[in-house]
């Protein structure tokens, strides 16, 4: 199980939008629609943003988006705000039941 | 209130046992697969196993690295998940988290320290 591939950082100014790619391969994102995005700020456990691709938990902002392509998966934040600054994890099934997290990316908001 | 609380994490030495356990409330705990995730200090998130539900035959599965050293275990009437971790080795040095309803609850982790 080889991790997902995530930038190491990213970085936006207030208002902009920013997307997170995560790229695998057929066999976990390109092969399932079961991707999804955690959001982690420091010190804290991660929460969770975008669940099978597209999809947004209850109380999370609409600034949040999912998509995927192919093998690669994306995150969109758009009308970025300070408090977005934190690292971003996806993950994906790889099937046989099991997951695979991305390295995780930085976000800077400037 | 959702809460998943985990304990056990501690200092124990390369080859040693140790018992994770996550407490839930506040959800329907028996209806949810339950997760383990481990982050290494200043790294990334790496998913570790989990077990599906009395439905699904209590099904579990585990990464590679540690299949045969970990056993995720479940007692429904506790509401409460178990991460047994034997043979431990330096690398599994990390928090623990557990993680329930499709990884929308998370607890707050446990620190697990392999050192002599």
């Known amino acids: 199980q080889s991790a997902l591939t995530q930038p190491a950082s990213v970085s936006g100014s207030p208002g902009q939008s920013i997307t997170i790619s995560c790229t695998g391969t057929?066999?976990?994102?390109?092969?399932?629609?079961?991707v999804s995005w955690y959001q982690q700020h420091p010190g804290k456990a991660p929460n969770l943003i975008i669940y099978?691709?597209?999809n947004r938990p209850s109380g999370v902002s609409n600034r949040f988006s999912g998509s995927k392509s192919g093998n690669t998966a994306s995150l969109t934040i758009s009308g970025l705000q300070a408090e977005d600054e934190a690292d971003y994890y996806c993950?994906?099934?790889?099937?046989?039941?099991?997951?695979?997290f991305g390295g995780g990316t930085k976000l800077t908001v400037l | 209130e959702v809460q998943l609380v985990e304990s056990g994490g501690g200092l124990v030495q390369p080859g040693g046992s140790l018992k994770l356990s996550c407490a839930a409330s506040?959800?329907?705990?028996?209806?949810?697969?339950m997760h383990w995730v481990r982050q290494a200090s200043g790294k990334g998130l790496e998913w570790v196993g989990h077990?599906?539900?009395?439905?699904?035959?209590?099904?579990?599965a585990y990464l590679a690295s540690v299949k045969g050293r970990f056993t995720i275990s479940r007692d429904d009437s506790k509401n409460t998940a178990y991460l047994q971790m034997n043979s431990l080795k330096t690398e599994d040095t990390a928090v623990y988290y557990c993680?329930?309803?499709?990884?929308?609850?998370w607890g707050q982790g446990t620190l697990v320290t392999v050192s002599s």
């Open positions: 506040g959800f329907t705990f028996s209806t949810s697969a």
């Open positions: 077990i599906r539900t009395k439905a699904n035959n209590y099904a579990t």
């Open positions: 993950s994906s099934y790889t099937g046989s039941s099991l997951r695979v």
């Open positions: 993680t329930g309803h499709n990884d929308g609850y």
């Open positions: 057929s066999s976990d994102v390109g092969g399932y629609n079961y």
């Open positions: 099978d691709v597209t």
